[in-house]
C-alpha cells in the first residue's frame, strides 16, 4: 500500500525564511530550506493495513459459514454406507447392492456413473442388473457407482458407492494341449529339467500338480506348486525307449475342503529317450555286465586250429562262431570295421575289413598257438572301438577221428529213478551203462583229448569217461538221443545212437509181462490131474470100508458129497 501525503499550501505575505512542516503522526517537522508553502504529509498506512485485513477475515467466514450450510443440507438430503460393499461373482440378477438413504421426499436419484453398465436403481435400492464376471471385469476389486442427489432448493449431492467384486473358484485350469512330446538323450545327468508344462486358471488361484505313474519313475516333478519335470534316475536306450507320463493338475489342495469347489485337467507327456553314440562295437557273444553306470560286454575270445604246413582254403571255422562285433548303441547300428593288430608277424592270416573272416595267406610251419589281437572300430568314429583274441591252434593232422565200438546201443532205467541215477546196461543186473570211442591215431585206441556229449534229450548227461547218467525223472516208456564223442585237440568227432528203455521199479510186475493162454492151459490141465488122481484114491477108500463095515455107507455118502463140493470148487477156479 502506497503512503499519502496531505500537503497544506498558503500565500505568504511578506518575506519570510522558506519553512516546510511534515505532519509525522499528527507531528510538524521543521524542514530547513523549505519553500514558502506548507507540505504536510500524513502516513496512516499502518491502519489502513489494520482495517483491511479485519474485513477480508469478515468476508471468508461469512462464506465458509454459506458453504457449510448448503453442504449440511445436502448431507441431511441422501447417504450411502462409507464401506465398500462386497458382492461375489456369478450372482443373482437384481441382488440389492446398497441402500441410498433419503430423509425427505422428492428426492431424485440419477445413477452418473454406471462400471461395466452393470447397476440400475430401484427406488432406494442400488442393484445389480447382470452377472458379473471377476475374470472379464478391469478392475473387479473397486467398482465406483456414482448417485446424484437432487431436490429443489437444494444444492444436489453426488454419492459414491464402492463394490468390490469376490473372485469365487468357477474355472477348471487348462493345459495349452492335451498331448506334449518330450526329447531326451540317455546321458542326461539325474535332476536335468527336461521342460516345463504348466497349466493356466482363469481364477489366477494356487494350481497343484501330480503326475504318474509315481512308482520306479524315471522322472519326477521339481515340487507340486512348479511342474518342472526332472530326470529321477540313470536313463538306458537299451531298457527303455519311451516314457508315458500323465499330468495331473488340481486349483485345490488334496483332498478339497469340503465347503470348496474343485476343478482338475490332466495332459499326457511322452518322454522320448535318445540313444546317442557312447558305447563302442561289442564282439559277439559276449558277457554283459555293469560297471557303475557303465554298461560293457566282454568277449571271451575266439578259438581255432589249423594243420601244420597246410594252407586252409576259405575262412576259418572259429568256436564259438566267426569274428562279429555289433554297435553297443542298440539303435544305431553304425558301420564296423576289423584290423588285426597284434600276432601276425609272420603275415600268415589276414582279415577281411568289411566281414571279419580270417583266411590263410600261407601255411603255418611251426606247431603251437598263435594268438592274434583283432581290433573292431566304427567307421564313423574312429575313438570308439573295442578288441579280441583269437588263439589258433597250430597241429599234426589227424588221421583217423574217434570212432565207437558200436553204432547203437541199448540201456535200461528203471521209472522211479531220480537225478544223478546211472542208466544200467541190462535188465536183470544193476552194472551202469557205459560208450567208448576209439581213436587209431593211438596205439592202444584211447585218446586222452576225446569228450562225450549228448544230443537231442533232456533226460540225461555224459560224463568224461562215457557213463550215463540221469538228470530228471523219467515220465515216458522210452526215449531215443545221440552220443558224440569229439577230439578237442582237432574238432574231430563220431557218433552212435542210444535208446533207453524205462522198467518199472523192481517187485512190481509189468502190466505187459502177464500170463499167457499157453500157460493158463497148461495149470488148468495140471488142476484136471490132481482132481482125477483124488477121485481114484477116495474111491479106493470108500471100497475097502464097505468092505469092512456096512456102516460104512453113510460115510461113502457123505464122501460123495463132499467130493462134488471139491469139484465144483475146481471148475469154478
Known amino acids: 500500500m502506497k503512503s499519502q501525503t496531505l500537503r497544506l499550501e498558503s500565500t505568504p505575505t511578506h518575506q519570510l525564511t522558506q519553512s516546510v512542516l511534515y505532519v509525522k503522526k499528527y507531528q510538524l517537522v521543521p524542514r530547513p530550506h523549505s519553500p514558502p508553502y506548507l507540505f504536510v504529509f500524513v502516513r496512516y498506512w499502518d491502519m489502513e493495513r489494520k482495517y483491511s485485513r479485519k474485513s477480508v477475515k469478515f468476508a471468508f467466514s461469512c462464506m465458509l459459514a454459506f458453504f457449510l450450510h448448503k453442504l449440511c443440507l445436502g448431507q441431511k438430503i441422501c447417504s450411502v454406507p462409507s464401506e465398500p460393499v462386497t458382492l461375489k461373482e456369478n450372482n443373482t440378477i437384481d441382488i440389492v447392492v446398497a441402500y441410498i438413504n433419503t430423509t425427505t421426499k422428492d428426492v431424485t436419484l440419477t445413477l452418473i456413473e454406471n462400471p461395466e453398465d452393470a447397476f440400475d436403481l430401484k427406488g432406494s435400492f442400488l442393484i445389480v442388473k447382470k452377472r458379473l464376471d471377476f475374470e472379464k471385469l478391469l478392475n473387479p476389486e473397486e467398482l465406483a457407482v456414482q448417485i446424484r442427489c437432487n431436490k429443489t432448493g437444494f444444492k444436489s449431492i453426488t454419492l459414491t458407492v464402492l463394490v468390490q467384486v469376490e473372485n469365487i473358484n468357477d474355472n477348471p485350469p487348462s493345459f495349452a494341449h492335451s498331448e506334449y512330446e518330450l526329447d531326451v538323450n540317455e546321458l542326461t545327468p539325474i535332476n536335468t529339467s527336461v521342460g516345463l508344462i504348466e497349466a493356466k486358471d482363469d481364477d489366477s488361484g494356487v494350481l497343484y500338480y501330480t503326475m504318474e505313474p509315481n512308482v520306479n519313475m524315471y522322472f519326477r516333478l521339481e515340487s507340486m506348486y512348479k511342474p518342472n519335470i526332472l530326470v529321477n534316475k540313470t536313463l538306458d536306450y537299451d531298457v527303455v525307449q519311451q516314457v508315458t507320463l500323465t499330468l495331473y493338475v488340481q486349483d485345490t489342495p488334496s483332498p478339497p475342503p469340503p465347503d470348496q469347489l474343485s476343478f482338475t485337467a490332466t495332459a499326457t507327456v511322452r518322454v522320448n529317450i535318445k540313444d546317442i553314440d557312447n558305447r563302442p562295437p561289442w564282439f559277439q557273444p559276449c558277457i554283459r555286465t555293469i560297471l557303475g553306470t557303465a554298461k560293457i560286454c566282454l568277449s571271451l575270445g575266439y578259438k581255432g586250429r589249423v594243420n601244420l604246413t597246410e594252407k586252409q582254403e576259405g575262412p576259418l571255422q572259429l568256436q564259438p562262431g ?250 469154478a477156479a
Do not use: H, W
Open 322 to 571: 566267426p569274428i562279429y562285433a555289433r554297435d553297443g548303441d542298440k539303435s544305431r547300428n553304425e558301420e564296423i570295421t576289423y584290423k588285426i593288430v597284434r600276432g601276425n608277424e609272420d603275415s600268415i592270416f589276414q582279415i577281411d575289413e568289411t566281414t571279419g573272416n580270417i583266411t590263410m595267406l600261407k601255411p603255418a610251419d611251426i606247431a603251437g598257438p598263435i594268438s592274434l589281437t583283432v581290433l573292431a572300430s566304427q567307421v564313423s568314429n574312429r575313438d570308439q572301438f573295442a578288441s579280441t583274441s583269437v588263439n589258433i591252434e597250430v597241429m599234426k593232422k589227424s588221421r583217423n577221428p574217434p570212432k565207437f565200438e558200436r553204432e547203437r546201443y541199448e540201456a535200461y532205467v528203471y521209472s522211479n529213478s531220480g537225478p544223478e541215477n546211472m542208466v544200467l546196461r541190462d535188465r536183470t543186473s544193476n552194472r551202469p551203462f557205459r560208450v567208448r570211442a576209439r581213436d587209431d591215431d593211438f596205439a592202444n585206441g584211447i585218446n586222452p583229448d576225446i569228450r562225450y556229449e549228448v544230443q537231442y534229450s533232456s533226460y540225461v548227461n555224459i560224463t568224461t569217461d562215457g557213463f550215463v547218467l540221469l538228470k530228471k525223472a523219467v515220465r515216458t516208456d522210452s526215449f531215443a538221443l545221440q552220443v558224440r564223442a569229439v577230439d578237442v585237440s582237432t574238432g574231430e568227432s563220431g557218433t552212435a545212437a542210444l535208446s533207453v528203455v524205462v522198467l518199472p521199479p523192481v517187485g512190481v510186475q509189468s502190466p505187459s509181462e502177464g500170463y499167457r493162454a499157453g500157460d493158463m492151459a497148461l495149470l488148468g490141465f495140471v488142476m484136471a490131474a490132481l482132481l482125477v488122481l483124488c477121485l481114484i484114491v477116495i474111491g479106493y477108500l470108500i471100497s475097502r470100508l464097505k468092505k469092512e463095515n456096512p456102516d460104512t455107507l453113510k460115510l461113502s455118502e457123505v464122501s460123495n458129497f463132499s467130493s462134488k463140493l471139491l469139484f465144483r470148487s475146481m471148475l
